[in-house]
């Protein structure tokens, strides 16, 4: 496998901290949330960047590769469109799934698979149909879980190990990541290091959390810890990464906080001693890295439908339970299927909270606003996106003749009729509707 290029150290770009960005000393590249972004309308921000020889890595959020069903075509395109429009060496994504299709429901968040021969089967032929689609190599990160599926028969590093070795597929390891893991589920950092493959490594992230009840959340709005900041120390001991970037996606500190959390990650890389597995440093313009060529696959070429069908099954109850309110498959530890459940909704909450911020104000408030949403998510799981969830929410409320206050609901109905293209339901409809509803 040939090394990576080198990409130094750099941080998550996101419209809120777009200035700071552009004034951090000594950064080397930034990564961006695929989705968020538009090929032909790339932010200002990013193209002066990009114009100064920053590089600039897609990172996707919504393939759900871990899943039972075959990558999405549109998605698998979008994706790539945006690794050609802005020139990236790779693009990354998640070892994770984050729908189901039968029955139709969306996490809005990256769920663990269990680590299965079915599931690394399904996972690996996904793989390989994204590899064929995508213009650059694809990296896949390790991701943060707070439950463990029952009756899994690898360990972490040996699910990675294969995956690698069938695919030829790069690996982003998030160090927090794994401390979160240590913490819930009991994994060491350690030895999933010592089992992969580091010579598949591509970079790696690093970014803050927060413990809870004995339960660690991978937040993204917290300063890096000391024991991540050790994670780290761990992996450099071992091999000389082609990348470190520092991820934040809430709750942003002032610009000197965000340089000094890029210090103590350089101070770490500086510290430790490692042979170097990455490429000398080449400038932005280089060429994309070679893709890694895949050792031969004794196995099938790709999972049999009976697999697809076992791990979708699996994963339609697992979803069902935590957003829609169906009892806990068999194994599963409750307490942290129920904190998971809230946890998601709470996201939920927050990612259309900032999607359409005019419903906290038409609603009074973040608190009256929270107090309804969670109250319309308990019987409204999400099925296709945060958008049409925001949608959802809307008329949800005019169909129950809320809010109160009659100016309110005229400005929520202005809202809703603005984005929905259509005229709200008339006053018997809604009765019919919130009726059918009850029964149901």
């Not at 032909?40 to 114009?51: D, F, N, T, V």
Request: hydrophobic content about 45%; aromatic content about 4%; charged content about 25%.
């Amino acid at each position: 496998m040939k090394p990576m290029a080198h990409l130094g150290v750099g941080i998550g770009w996101r419209p809120e901290i777009a200035d700071a960005v552009e004034r951090l000393p000594g950064l080397d590249w930034v990564e961006v949330v695929a989705e968020n972004i538009c090929p032909g309308h790339l932010p200002e921000a990013l193209l002066r960047l990009r114009e100064r020889g920053t590089r600039v890595v897609p990172h996707g959020v919504s393939l759900g590769l871990g899943g039972a069903d075959r990558p999405d075509p549109a998605k698998l395109a979008a994706l790539g469109e945006r690794a050609v429009a802005l020139g990236a060496p790779l693009v990354t994504e998640h070892i994770a799934f984050v729908r189901t299709s039968s029955p139709v429901l969306e996490a809005g968040h990256l769920l663990p698979v269990p680590r299965t021969r079915d599931a690394l089967d399904v996972l690996c032929e996904n793989v390989r149909i994204a590899q064929d689609a995508l213009p650059v190599p694809l990296a896949l990160e390790n991701i943060a879980a707070l439950i463990s599926w029952p009756g899994e028969e690898l360990t972490e590093g040996q699910f990675l190990t294969e995956l690698v070795e069938r695919t030829g597929v790069r690996m982003l390891i998030d160090v927090a990541n794994l401390h979160t893991n240590r913490v819930n589920r009991g994994e060491d950092p350690a030895a999933v290091l010592d089992a992969i493959p580091l010579e598949a490594l591509a970079y790696v992230h690093v970014a803050g959390g927060v413990e809870r009840g004995g339960v660690w959340h991978d937040t993204h709005a917290h300063p890096v810890p000391p024991v991540v900041l050790d994670v780290l120390a761990e992996l450099r001991s071992r091999v000389d990464p082609p990348g470190v970037l520092l991820e934040r996606d809430d709750d942003f500190p002032p610009e000197p906080e965000l340089a000094g959390e890029l210090a103590a990650i350089r101070a770490v890389l500086t510290a430790g001693a490692a042979p170097a597995l990455s490429a000398p440093a080449a400038p932005a313009s280089s060429a994309a890295p070679e893709p890694p060529v895949a050792a031969p696959d004794p196995r099938p070429a790709g999972a049999d439908e009976a697999a697809r069908t076992r791990v979708g099954l699996g994963q339609a109850a697992l979803l069902s339970a935590l957003v829609a309110g169906t009892p806990v498959p068999e194994g599963f530890d409750r307490q942290r299927i129920r904190v998971q459940a809230r946890a998601l909704a709470a996201k939920r909450a927050d990612v259309v909270a900032r999607l359409a911020p005019e419903l906290p104000a038409i609603l009074g408030g973040e608190e009256p606003y929270r107090t309804a949403f969670l109250a319309y998510a308990k019987g409204r799981p999400m099925t296709a996106g945060y958008r049409r969830d925001a949608l959802d929410f809307a008329e949800h409320l005019l169909i129950q003749d809320l809010p109160a206050d009659p100016a309110a609901r005229r400005r929520l109905t202005a809202w809703w009729r603005d984005r929905a293209g259509a005229r709200p339901p008339r006053r018997i409809a809604r009765w019919a509707r919130a009726l059918v509803g009850r029964a149901a």
